[in-house]
């Protein structure tokens, strides 16, 4: 009886939250922890204050965007996706600081105070998480079933990291920085980390250096929110999510590449190098379009005309077309790109289908191609492992 009761809380709790009444009250409370400084501003919470997001995991926290609900290029601050591999760190911004290291002439550190008097830039960035889409990868795999919202696009405001790292003074034999983030735990099930680790993830040094790279502190001329990174948070455009590193502490130049559990137990591929399957770090977006409407089994009229819409991104290139099969990919259409295009930032899409006079199932594809001339695959490539999934997934539809 009693465990009925429990049981029953449990989905009532999660209702709760799911419909946002929990999130709410939690958003308006300030944590006490945030509450330490009072000079400068405690992180505020997002999680909750839109009721529509998808609850992939309450612990850690990963909330999916609930992608058929597309509006703007935009995605706003409490709609964006969440995915955290850890409990989200509290993080006092007094005490807080960013340590840059390593093969440097020079460590130094900066407060958060120091990070907002340099030079200031906003970079318009899609985030899209490596495992998006996996849910619709047939067998299943392992990790996160993120259907098609582990996606997002803000403005992101900060300081380019070449700034920070002219003032260290990167060493010439340094190849690579390592990212650090301040959230940590142990992951038990496999592969298991050896024990406690953070979230890290490593970049080239020329990469970092390019203008784009940003060590952002907003997020849609916001502050960051606890969730999406505060105090502030890498922001790598082009590249999966992963890269992004959020809650940064550390940065270390290496005069070697790095193999942390995070580019090499996960987040990694097989890359065929001459031949040899070679596990390489997952980095840049590959090109996608997802279709937000119409939504899967949704019921058009037969005869009328439809607006297919949808959003399409690619990291280093541009979208050059996006097109729609009505006909399970014998022929294509061309759809219209909405947006004027942004180096690393999704466009959005529309095509007006003349829906079909006959009733039955129809099967919607949408492909984008970028100007590389790569353009999505039927099938997930296995070498990609659970990441980077970007074939085509049909949205079928019913016409009466
Ligand atoms: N410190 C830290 N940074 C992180 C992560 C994390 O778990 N810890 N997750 C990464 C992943 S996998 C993604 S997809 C993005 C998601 O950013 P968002 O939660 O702001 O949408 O953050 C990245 N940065
Ligand atoms: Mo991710």
Redesign the pocket.
Known sequence: MEDTDQKQQNTIGRRAFVGGIIPVLAAATVPAWAAKSELLPPPVSVAGTFPGLITREKE?LNLEFPFPTLQDRITPNNQ???????NIPKIDAASWKLTIGGEVRQEISFSYEDIKKLPVKTVMAT????GNGRANLVPKVKGLGWEQG?V?TANWTGVPLSVLLDKAGIKSGAVELILE???QGTITEEPKSPGVI??SRSMPISRAQQSDVIIAYQMNGKALSA???FPV?VIVPGW???A?????TKITATATPYDGYWQTLE?AYWKRKAGLPTLTPVTTLQVKAEIARPVLHELLTAGSTYRVFGAAWVGDSKVSKVEVSADEGKTWNPAKLIDQPVANAWQLWEYSWNVPAAAGRYKLMARATDQKGNTQPERHDPDRRNYMVNFMAPVEVEVA
């Open positions: 850690p964006f996706f969440i995915r955290s591999h850890f985030i899209e998480c490596a582990g997002g983030g301040e959230d953070k979230f969730e999406h990174g948070r999966y999510g992963m992004s590193v959020k809650w940064l987040y």
